[in-house]
Nanobody
Framework: VQLQASGGGLVQAGGSLRLSCVFS????????????MGWYHQTPGKQRELIAA???????IYADSVKGRFSISRDNAKNTVYLQMDSLKSEDGGAYYC????????????????WGQGTQVTVSS
């Protein structure tokens, strides 16, 4: 599985960004709709934090810090997961990593499957 994240950038506090992550892999073995997808957030010196995830059935979870501001969605026809980020705060800045794992949950930080390369978000105050 390969994960290609995009959409990061510089935004003012209170603004919005939408991150995208395209999933690809073996056409017969790596079936996007069978994978849970998620986004981790990391800032320097801190551990990665799972902020949003969506399972194959469309069920979602969010970290308390982003509830009501961020929304995760998936388009199974495009093998893509999105993270809509609204009302951005300075503490939302950092690297965002797209993750995938076959089954009902996303990978924990110590698990290897599967991580994208990260996209950087900078929020200016």
């Amino acid at each position: 599985v390969q994960l290609q994240a995009s959409g990061g950038g510089l935004v003012q506090a209170g603004g919005s960004l939408r991150l995208s992550c395209v999933f690809s892999g073996d056409i017969f073995r790596d079936i996007f709709r069978a994978h849970s997808m998620g986004w981790y957030h990391q800032t320097p010196g801190k551990q990665r934090e799972l902020i949003a995830a969506i399972n194959p059935g469309g069920g979602t979870i969010y970290a308390d810090s982003v509830k009501g501001r961020f929304s995760i969605s998936r388009d199974n026809a495009k093998n893509t997961v999105y993270l809509q980020m609204d009302s951005l705060k300075s503490e939302d800045g950092g690297a965002y990593y797209c993750v995938a794992r076959q089954g009902a949950r996303v990978p924990r930080p110590d698990e290897r499957d599967y991580w994208g390369q990260g996209t950087q978000v900078t929020v200016s105050s």
